[in-house]
């Protein structure tokens, strides 16, 4: 469970070299040569030699390492994603933590140059249904899950907490997703008349659980169908025209077609145990 105190904020204390071994998997070997090569963000206390980190800080090396460690990135290629998530203003550890306490997964996506992304990976699937990595230029993208990096850090705290991945909130989403579908062949019928023609209205009346009249209204006023009454008579077997007539000319026809839609009763299952 989350405490009260990481629902505002995460408590964010300095922490220290050994702090960085624990959390990252780090040797302090490998603290120093990534300091010496720059790789570290550059803090240390005044008058001393001991460096340093905030909680974002080191979240970005966590982050590091874990694609150092997956892909064998080189240091250097690392520099981006370091200053990114360094940038003023940035908190990428908060916002994991946002994510997680609702019950997500957390991803972080780049291509170690221009792009960073870090979100759910509901989110994720959105941005690929709506085509965002679809360049035709030749491109590679690091995808690692960052749970566990938050987690980690977060055992570091004075008081340890732990955010776990809830199947009940992915439900919950499945759920809220699955409303808007189109469920049975009317419920098509009535997207398509809105949808194919420019109706002035749709109206939709429920005679029953079963039977259901649609009504599309069309204004033909200055078409070329309105100026040959006959051609719009014979295009449809059921249909009501109101003609207004001013001057001896037709200046306003007005047409309202019948579409009945019956919906087959779902079984009930329970009934046939």
């Known amino acids: 469970m989350i405490s009260p105190d990481m629902k505002a904020k995460v408590p964010d204390p300095t922490f220290t070299a050994g702090d960085v071994k624990n959390a990252s ?3 302090y070997r490998q603290i120093n040569t990534w300091d010496t090569k720059g790789a570290l963000p550059n803090q240390r206390d005044q008058g001393t030699s001991w460096r340093k980190f905030s909680s974002r800080e080191i979240f970005a090396i966590m982050v ?3 694609i150092r460690d997956r892909f064998g990135t080189p240091l250097e290629s690392l520099r981006f994603v370091r200053n990114f998530m360094l940038r003023d203003g940035a908190d990428h550890l908060q916002a994991g933590v946002d994510i997680m306490r609702h019950g997500f997964a957390v991803f972080i996506l780049t291509d170690l140059k221009e792009t ?3 979100d759910s990976d509901l989110e994720f699937e959105d941005l690929l249904h709506l085509g965002s990595l679809r360049g ?4 590679a993208y690091v995808f690692i ?3 566990h990096l938050v987690n980690r850090l977060l055992a570091c705290l004075r008081t340890p907490v732990a955010l776990h991945i809830h199947e ?3 439900e919950a989403v499945r759920q809220a997703r699955a409303e808007p579908i189109l469920r049975d062949e009317q419920e098509v019928a009535i997207i398509r008349a809105i949808r194919q023609r420019d109706y002035r209205q749709v109206t939709l009346t429920k005679k029953n659980d079963t039977e259901m009249l649609l009504e599309v209204h069309e204004d033909l006023s200055g078409s070329e169908a309105a100026k040959d009454l006959q051609t719009v008579v014979a295009e449809h077997d059921f ?5 207004s007539r001013h001057a001896g000319r037709n200046v306003r026809v007005k ?6 839609l019956k919906r087959k009763q779902r079984e009930n299952k329970s009934a046939n145990k």
């Open 25 to 27: 998997g780090m040797s």
């Open 64 to 66: 590091c390492k874990e």
């Open 116 to 118: 960073f992304v870090m």
């Open 136 to 139: 035709a230029e030749d491109q």
């Open 145 to 147: 899950q960052v749970n």
């Open 168 to 170: 009940k909130y992915y």
């Open 239 to 243: 249909q009501t025209l109101t003609i």
């Open 255 to 260: 047409r309202t077609l019948p579409i009945p």
